[in-house]
């Protein structure tokens, strides 16, 4: 089987190469080649444009940063809906907004093909060790036929629904994220202005019952950031946006997530917006009177 692959970045690139370990021939876009290099030592086929992809195969994969990436590769002369074929399964997996999946929808659906949402939900390293797992919105019968691809890059599948729900469910669980991160900060400072040594309220709280699975993971980097963000506050604050958007149009209060992304408008001010999102940690630490997590 001949897969298309569009949008080749941190997530994309690492869910190619998975493919391509499965033994698939995969022709891929991305908009800087350059950094598809490793996949072409790999195997995988550069195409010069989305259009191309499109032509190409009959399931496509699209996976990029937001909505005005996703217009960006699907729309125009030489996007991936000039190309698609009739009876193709287009599965979009980037975090865009459900009204921006269903309108893609209905484009698919009048070149005779079909659209999935398929977010996901894991890190680049949850990726790599083949722990992915995906939220699917869309037919049953388009899922059917991209199911054995989606295996081969993550093991669990949830259909959640129509088109778009996926998009919702994702956004939903995403705005959670950064609210947690910085109930587990408060947490610390206020250990650790009290006198308890920071490592000691790290290793108390990750032993505690409100150690969720991404506190476990991203917790200790209030002891030590990572140089390289697995989310930096640039995305993070641009799935908040999502999330205020969707309850502002549903009519539900997001209190929280309101808060929180204020803390990280405060992480740009103080010029931490390259680092993972958990560096909301160093904005609440510099309003305590506490150091900031050590950088590498
Ligand atoms: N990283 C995570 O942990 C994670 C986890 C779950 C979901 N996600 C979601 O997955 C999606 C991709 O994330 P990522 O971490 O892979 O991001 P990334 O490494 O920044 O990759 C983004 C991709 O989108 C492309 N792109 C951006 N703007 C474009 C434009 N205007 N025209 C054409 N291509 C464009 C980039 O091309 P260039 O290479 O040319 O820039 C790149 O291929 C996002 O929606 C994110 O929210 C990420």
Redesign the pocket.
């Known amino acids: 089987m001949t897969l298309g692959f569009v ?6 690139g690492r869910m190619a190469m998975r493919l391509l370990e499965a033994g698939h021939t995969v022709v891929g876009y ?3 080649r350059e ?1 598809a290099r490793w996949l072409v030592d790999a195997g995988l086929r550069l195409a010069d444009s989305p259009r191309e992809v499109g032509a190409a195969c009959d399931v496509v994969f699209t ?4 909505g ?2 996703l217009d ?2 699907t729309r125009g002369p030489e996007g991936l809906l000039a190309g698609l074929r009739p009876d193709a399964v287009l599965v979009e ?4 907004s459900p009204a921006a999946v269903r309108a893609l929808g209905a484009e698919v659906a009048a070149r005779g093909a079909a659209l999935l949402d398929a ?6 390293a949850t990726l790599e060790a083949g722990q992915l797992s995906f939220m699917v919105g869309g037919e049953a019968a388009a899922l059917e036929r991209a199911r054995p691809y989606l295996l081969a890059i993550g093991p669990t599948i949830t259909r959640v629904g129509e088109l778009g729900l996926a998009k919702a469910m994702k956004i939903a669980i995403n705005q959670v994220l950064p609210v947690q991160m910085l109930a587990f900060s408060e947490a610390v400072l206020l250990a650790e202005k009290s006198g308890i040594p920071r490592e000691r309220a790290v290793e108390a709280l990750l032993k505690s019952v409100t150690a969720s699975p991404m506190v476990k993971y991203r917790g200790p980097f209030v002891l030590g950031m990572p140089a390289e963000a ?2 930096d506050v640039g ?1 993070m604050q ?2 908040l946006g999502l999330a205020l958007e969707l309850g502002r149009t549903t009519g539900v209060p997001l209190p929280s997530v309101a808060l929180v992304n204020e803390m990280l408008n405060a992480a740009r001010g103080l010029g931490l917006a390259a680092y993972d999102f958990a560096v909301v940690f160093d904005v609440l630490a510099r309003l305590a009177g506490l150091p900031p997590s050590k950088k590498s």
């Open positions: 949008g080749l970045g941190v997530m994309g991305n908009r800087t950094k996976m990029v940063t937001d005005a990436a960006a590769v997996m980037s975090t865009v977010p996901v939900s894991g890190s680049p697995w989310f995305m641009k799935d």
